[in-house]
Nanobody
Framework: QLQLVESGGGLVQPGGSLKLSCAAS????????VGWFRQAPGKEREGVSS????????NYPDSVKDRFTISRDNAKNTVYLQMNSLKPEDTAIYYC??????????????????WGQGTQVTVSS
């Protein structure tokens, strides 16, 4: 049973950067597509990035495109989310998720089987 643990969240000023990590245990992450999602207070969870099993394909919604970058290191069993030019509206709990049934699962959360517990990101001055 794959387990995912997020880290790297925290408090950052607007315009700052954070790098989130999603580490897998109990199984190798190489056989899974991975996505990052976020949920702000009072809002529905939304996808912010996804990456294929090989890492060759990625996608982002317009709200984070050119600011967020997803990457993976299968040797380290870890997926990363580099977040630059952060805005107050990026404040949310960020979750990573893994999809075992897809080579590339996109931003549809129903495609994902395994979820981490989340890490809080707060963008505030």
């Amino acid at each position: 049973q794959l387990q995912l643990v997020e880290s790297g969240g925290g408090l950052v000023q607007p315009g700052g950067s954070l790098k989130l990590s999603c580490a897998a245990s109990r199984s190798t992450l190489e056989g899974y597509a991975v996505g990052w999602f976020r949920q702000a207070p009072g809002k529905e969870r939304e996808g912010v990035s996804s990456i294929s099993r090989s890492g060759r394909s990625t996608n982002y919604p317009d709200s984070v495109k050119d600011r967020f970058t997803i990457s993976r290191d299968n040797a380290k069993n870890t997926v990363y989310l580099q977040m630059n030019s952060l805005k107050p509206e990026d404040t949310a709990i960020y979750y990573c998720a893994a999809a075992g049934d897809y080579y590339f699962a996109g931003l549809r959360e129903q495609n994902y089987n395994y979820w981490g517990q989340g890490t809080q990101v707060t963008v505030s001055s």
